[in-house]
């Protein structure tokens, strides 16, 4: 809700939180609303992640309650990006109010998704996925 | 005249190398059957693709004549998948593409106007006929016809397709129609006016530093009025991706306005921006691309959006319905 004394530069809410999950992996938790004014925190959090620390990188949705073109559009960039530098990246869980928006824009064409962590991990250890579309 | 005797000579079985768009009257029915059954039969004899979207009722009717043919017909309902009319034109997109390289000729059934659809419902079908002529102009051998009901229908929407159709058929009999405008009527639709707004409840501006609490307004006034919780939402989706559009390329900043118009909720984006692509928001980009998502979002998440260009600038339109089912 909008606070009305609230001044008028607004900063959704919004965190990405980088872990290793050991193994070559890293978890990259996003929460809150990833839209044009968050984006670039994800993109930032992505890039720094490379080889042979994180050859293959999840990005977990489940906490992400809200996303915009301009998010989507920072997935495919974050996808793409890790795929350059030789690491393997793929978005998981998304919750129900997301995964409209993303099968909207018929997301799996444009990024490797999966429903679940364990299984974005599986197909991160078996593909070679290098950020062209999956699915 | 309630009824016309549509023979196949109407649709004659060689195929022309290019996009045929044909407005269909008939009347009724017992007369919609006797103008769109044949062009339906002699395609499944062809084993040629075909795709039929109409209502439900008109959907039974057919595979009631079809009998076992009826399988090798794809039908859509026009009701849901047509809702808001510019979704139809991706209807279309994906049959080409999915038939597309199987070297056949394609044939395509389309009715999105109906007596019970509202006047800014038919102002948006009327426009997305004309840009079916854009849309498929490079598409081959693809041929769609569009029945109107002239038992139904009033004259001005009956003289719009004569506007928006190369061909008609009448009488069961297929002519050039003399009124048709081609694709300059798309320029000039583009321009029409939109009607006046209700009483606006919610008026304000937005620029690059509040761009995202514009999505928190439309949420809460449209929870104020009583729209269902997840099409707030979608709403509200939309709202913002109008609003990014300004930021982007609306010169930076835009008006939103709010308010109720009988049973809809409405919702407009104005910005000083100029339309560049009539077709915009009704095909997705290639999945490399990172622009052109918001206004396929916007399409894909109201029930009514209408685009205009005016002296000052564009304008975003985007409905919704109160206490409609999912």
Redesign the interface.
């Known amino acids: ?2 606070d009305e004394h609230a001044p ?5 809410a919004f965190a990405v939180t980088v872990s290793d999950a050991g193994n070559g992996r890293a978890l990259v938790a996003v929460s809150g ?1 990833l ?3 968050t984006a670039p925190q994800l993109l930032a959090a992505v890039a720094v992640l490379a080889p042979p620390a994180a050859s293959a990188i999840a990005i977990d949705l489940s906490a992400l309650t ?1 996303i ?3 998010g ?2 920072a997935l ?2 974050a996808v793409r990006a890790a795929g350059s530098r030789g690491a393997g990246a793929i978005v998981a869980s998304p919750s129900q ?1 997301v995964v409209r ?1 993303l099968e ?3 997301i799996a ?2 990024i490797p998704i999966e429903s679940s962590l364990e299984a974005a991990f599986a197909r991160l250890g078996t593909d070679r996925l290098d950020g062209s ?1 999956g699915g | 005249m309630l009824h016309y005797p549509v023979t196949e000579s109407a649709f004659p079985t060689r195929r022309p190398k290019a996009f045929r768009h044909d407005a269909v009257f008939y009347g009724g029915e017992r007369g919609f059957l006797a103008a769109v059954l044949p062009f339906v039969s002699a395609a499944v004899e062809r084993d040629e693709p075909v795709l039929v979207a109409v209502l439900p009722a008109r959907e039974q009717a057919l595979r009631n004549e079809l009998g076992p043919a009826s399988r090798q017909v794809e039908f859509v309902d026009m009701e849901s998948a047509g809702r808001n009319p510019a979704r139809i034109i991706p209807v279309w997109h994906d049959f080409v593409s999915r038939h597309a390289g199987g070297g056949k000729a394609l044939n395509g059934v389309g009715e999105p106007i109906w007596p019970e659809r509202t006047a800014p419902e038919i102002a948006e079908c009327q426009r997305h006929e004309s840009l079916l002529n854009l849309a498929f102009a490079a598409a081959g051998s693809f041929s769609l016809i569009c029945p109107y009901d002239e038992a139904g229908l009033p004259a001005d929407v009956l003289a719009a397709a004569r506007e928006s159709h190369p061909h008609v058929v009448e009488d069961g009999k297929r002519h050039a129609s003399a009124s048709y405008c081609g694709v300059d009527c798309i320029d000039v639709a583009d321009r029409r006016p939109l009607a006046p707004p209700h009483e606006i409840q919610v008026e304000r501006a937005f620029d690059a ?5 514009v999505r ?2 439309v949420t ?1 006034w449209a929870a104020a009025n009583d729209l269902e919780r997840a099409r707030a ?1 979608d709403l509200a ?1 939309a709202a ?2 109008a609003a ?1 559009n300004s ?1 982007r390329h609306g010169g930076g900043r835009g008006a939103l306005r709010l308010w109720r118009d009988d049973d809809s909720l409405v919702c407009e984006v104005a910005d000083a921006g100029e339309l560049h692509d009539p077709l915009a928001g009704r095909s ?1 980009p290639a ?2 691309s ?2 052109g ?2 206004l ?2 916007i399409n ?2 109201c029930d009514l959006v209408q685009v205009r260009q005016t002296p000052s600038g564009a304008i975003v339109r985007m409905r919704q319905q109160l206490h409609r089912s999912p």
């Open positions: 809700m909008t008028a530069l607004e900063t959704p609303e839209d044009i004014a809200f915009d073109s301009s989507i559009n495919r960039t109010r928006v909207l824009v018929r064409e444009i579309a | 530093r509040d761009v995202t609490s928190r307004d809460s939402d989706l913002h991706e990014v930021i997705l999945p490399e990172a622009n998502r918001g396929w979002l894909h998440l």
